[in-house]
């Protein structure tokens, strides 16, 4: 494993990350960082929680003129809190490093002509979803020449039929000698098919076997379908999570779960697609600041979310996607620490279980509740 003072030139940011209490490179910083600088494609698939944003920015930061005022690096993300998070570690770092990196959010369902105001600041790096960065460039209100390095943070979601050819699009409108790199905690054969073909010669990372942390234990309980609600609730009040997310997977039920919640006086906010940028920033604010301790939302809305102490990851529903579980669960046994994640099922849905044990190499143990407490199932 090699030190940052290896990896990076400028001291600056060395003292900037220790300001933040990061002194030790993690693994996939530690293997991709200098390459990255080296202007080398990448497709880096490492899991959650591995440290991949800054494995990106360090070198971004190291590579930009602050003097210039062309635009260096795009960041393109599937949602608008991923965006927002990421935007948030280049602030951190800019302002512990004192390196003057400008930056700004573009996501749709805003204001454009505020996004075009922004833009008059000349950042240097630009974080948005896919949409609005395109019709911007087409507008002629970003301009993509200059680009340098375009990143795709969570790249699967990037690269599936929805969004690949709104990347293509962008990726064609800057110069054929820029970078891409592609990071995610899981990486599809076609996702890695689609990469590979916008790249020139990528070098692949697929930096570890085990695909979800194995601080993290899996349960399962077993209830009907009409139960799930009542269950849920009843873990709630064993458990008493810290911080919780509760996973479902149709985007308009969120607000219908947090209201059942609230009525039995579970105080829970959710993120859904419909919600104003507003409601969805105070849902979040509300679960960071602890004033709410449960999360509800549906996999791409929690994509990339990084909430600091997360203590159980709630599956009311199973992902659609088997790549999906590594993706919530990732939410939780960060940074050292231990978690939790509960997946509520029917006997049907038990062979599902089955396979998520397959793939990721986990065992989930199945519980039930007795006398208001989790304890083992006995048949």
Wanted: overall charge positive; hydrophobic content about 40%.
């Amino acid at each position: 494993m090699k030190s940052f003072t290896e990896l990076i030139n400028n001291p600056l940011l060395i003292e900037g990350l220790a300001k933040d209490g990061i002194t030790v490179p993690t693994t996939v910083q530690s293997d991709t960082l200098l390459l990255a600088r080296e202007n080398h494609d990448l497709i880096v698939e490492s899991i959650t929680g591995s440290g991949k944003t800054l494995a990106y920015l360090l070198p971004a930061f190291e590579r930009i003129d602050v003097l210039s005022k062309d635009l260096h690096t795009i960041v393109i993300a599937p949602t608008h809190e991923l965006v927002i998070q990421i935007n948030n570690t280049i602030k951190t770092l800019t302002e512990n490093s004192g390196i003057a990196v400008k930056s700004t959010t573009i996501i749709g369902d805003v204001n454009i002509k505020r996004q075009v105001e922004t833009l008059k600041s000349k950042p240097h790096i630009i974080v948005g979803t896919p949409g609005r960065i395109l019709e911007l460039i087409q507008l002629k209100k970003i301009k993509a020449h200059s680009v340098k390095t375009i990143v795709l943070d969570e790249a699967d979601k990037l690269l599936t039929d929805y969004n690949i050819e709104t990347v293509k699009a962008i990726i064609k409108t800057t110069l054929r000698d820029r970078q891409i790199l592609c990071y995610s905690a899981s990486i599809g054969d076609q996702a890695i098919e689609r990469a590979e073909a916008l790249m020139k010669t990528p070098k692949l990372f697929k930096l570890s076997e085990e695909r979800i942390n194995s601080d993290i234990e899996h349960i399962c309980i077993v209830v009907d379908q009409r139960d799930k609600m009542d269950t849920l609730r009843k873990v709630i009040h064993a458990e008493k999570p810290t911080k919780a997310i509760l996973f479902i997977n149709k985007n308009e039920m969120v607000q219908e779960v947090v209201s059942k919640l609230n009525f039995h006086k579970i105080g829970a906010v959710g993120i859904f697609g419909n919600a104003t940028k507003e409601d969805r920033k105070k849902a979040l604010e509300s679960f960071r600041s602890g004033k709410t301790n449960i999360l509800v939302a549906s996999d791409l809305l929690a994509r990339g979310l990084d909430v600091k102490d997360i203590t159980h990851v709630i599956s009311l529903d199973l992902p659609v996607a088997l790549s999906d579980y590594t993706h919530r669960v990732g939410r939780t046994g960060r940074a050292g620490q231990k978690g939790l994640a509960i997946s509520i099922v029917t006997d049907h849905e038990v062979k599902y279980l089955l396979k998520l044990e397959k793939q990721n190499n986990i065992v989930f143990k199945p519980k039930e509740l007795y006398d208001g407490k989790l304890i083992d199932y006995v048949e």
